[in-house]
Every structure is written in structure tokens, then in C-alpha cells.
């Protein structure tokens, strides 16, 4: 049975393979079809992957003392907005516009779209909890410092599985969408 699951599945699964065969992610680059567009929306998805890992390393930062309270709230405060607003945009636009339309192209990856779009409402629950539990430790810090330092290893558990399954999401969503575009000639 397929794995379609974001917690557990190790990659694309094989029946989605049928255009990564043909176009495997080394030749992407020198493809007459990896447009601009590709290479943007994938240098999107590099800057999520650089800011899911480093909000989990600036957690592990704080709970070990490695760096101060206020130090951890201008990152977080900053950093995070910054994934949560750009990841739910994304997703969004991937949802209602590019997807829709990978979709019409080649109606075989149908299973595959609607794995991603399963990825992204998993995302949208985790997001949710991340900007609540952050936003609570920064309020904890000006009233409790220890009751933030107990939230913030609540809140390690969430950065971690962030920064355990986006890059998984990620990568099969490009390893999906990259070879159909380079097939269809889409978004040149």
C-alpha cells in the first residue's frame, strides 16, 4: 500500500515516478524548459527549508542557554512571521492556481496533487499551534521567564517537526511538479 502520509512516507512514492524517471533532478538545470519561474519557485522553497531549521535551532538555542530570551524573541518574532505568512501564501497559491493547473496537464498525477494539498492542510495545523505556542512564550517571558523556558521545550517539539517534514514535503513536491512542468512545457 502507498505511503501518502507526511509523517511517515521516505519520498515520492515509486508509482509517481513515471516523469522523474525521464527527468531526473540532476538534468533540471540544463532542461530548455527550467524557466525562471521554476528556478523561483524553488529558491522558495530553499528559503523555507533555511528558516524551518534555523527556528528550530534558535529553540534549542534558548532551552540550553545558549542564547538569551530577547535574542530568541527578535528571531522569533521576525524569522517566524516571516515563514508562517510566506508558507501560508504559498500554499495557498499552489493550492487554489498551480496545482489546479499541473492537474489539467496531466490528470495520471492526480493522486499525487492531492497527496500535496493533504501535505499542506497538515502544515496549516502545525503553523497554527507554532504561531500560538511562539506567541504565548514571547508573552511568558514578561510575565514568567520559567514558565516560557517549560513552553519553549513544548514548543522544540513543534519547530522539530517542522524542520522534519517540510523538507520532506518539499522535496516531493518538487520531485512531482518540476518533471511535469519540463514535460508540458509549462511556465516558460
Same mark, same amino acid.
Given at each position: 500500500?502507498?505511503?501518502?502520509?507526511?509523517?511517515?512516507?521516505?519520498?515520492?512514492?515509486?508509482?509517481?515516478?513515471?516523469?522523474?524517471?525521464?527527468?531526473?533532478?540532476?538534468?533540471?538545470?540544463?532542461?530548455?524548459?527550467?524557466?525562471?519561474?521554476?528556478?523561483?519557485?524553488?529558491?522558495? @522553497? =530553499? !528559503?523555507? #527549508?533555511? &528558516?524551518?531549521?534555523?527556528?528550530?535551532?534558535?529553540?534549542? $538555542?534558548?532551552?540550553?542557554?545558549? +542564547?538569551?530570551?530577547?535574542?530568541?524573541?527578535?528571531?522569533?518574532?521576525?524569522?517566524?512571521?516571516?515563514?508562517?505568512?510566506?508558507?501560508?501564501?504559498?500554499?495557498?497559491?499552489?493550492?487554489?492556481?498551480?496545482?489546479?493547473?499541473?492537474?489539467?496537464?496531466?490528470?495520471?498525477?492526480?493522486?499525487?496533487?492531492?497527496?500535496?494539498?493533504?501535505?499542506?492542510?497538515?502544515?496549516?495545523?502545525?503553523?497554527?499551534?507554532?504561531? @500560538? =505556542? !511562539?506567541? #504565548?512564550? &514571547?508573552?511568558?517571558?514578561?510575565?514568567?521567564?520559567?514558565? $516560557?523556558?517549560?513552553?519553549?521545550? +513544548?514548543?522544540?517539539?513543534?519547530?522539530?517537526?517542522?524542520?522534519?517534514?517540510?523538507?520532506?514535503?518539499?522535496?516531493?513536491?518538487?520531485?512531482?511538479?518540476?518533471?511535469?512542468?519540463?514535460?508540458?512545457?509549462?511556465?516558460?
Amino acid at each position: 500500500m502507498t505511503d501518502f502520509n507526511i509523517h511517515t512516507r521516505e519520498g515520492l512514492p515509486t508509482e509517481l515516478h513515471t516523469l522523474l524517471r525521464a527527468h531526473p533532478r540532476d538534468s533540471w538545470p540544463d532542461h530548455p524548459n527550467f524557466a525562471r519561474s521554476i528556478q523561483n519557485w524553488m529558491g522558495a @522553497h =530553499q !528559503g523555507f #527549508r533555511r &528558516l524551518g531549521a534555523l527556528l528550530q535551532t534558535e529553540t534549542e $538555542a534558548l532551552i540550553s542557554k545558549q +542564547i538569551d530570551d530577547e535574542r530568541f524573541a527578535r528571531q522569533l518574532s521576525r524569522y517566524g512571521n516571516i515563514l508562517v505568512n510566506n508558507l501560508h501564501g504559498h500554499h495557498t497559491w499552489e493550492d487554489r492556481s498551480f496545482f489546479p493547473e499541473l492537474t489539467e496537464a496531466d490528470p495520471r498525477f492526480e493522486n499525487g496533487i492531492n497527496m500535496l494539498e493533504s501535505d499542506h492542510n497538515v502544515l496549516d495545523e502545525t503553523l497554527e499551534r507554532f504561531t @500560538h =505556542q !511562539g506567541n #504565548r512564550i &514571547l508573552k511568558l517571558f514578561d510575565l514568567d521567564k520559567q514558565q $516560557a523556558m517549560e513552553e519553549a521545550r +513544548i514548543f522544540r517539539d513543534t519547530t522539530q517537526e517542522i524542520a522534519g517534514f517540510l523538507p520532506r514535503h518539499l522535496a516531493d513536491e518538487e520531485d512531482l511538479v518540476v518533471p511535469i512542468l519540463l514535460h508540458h512545457e509549462l511556465r516558460r
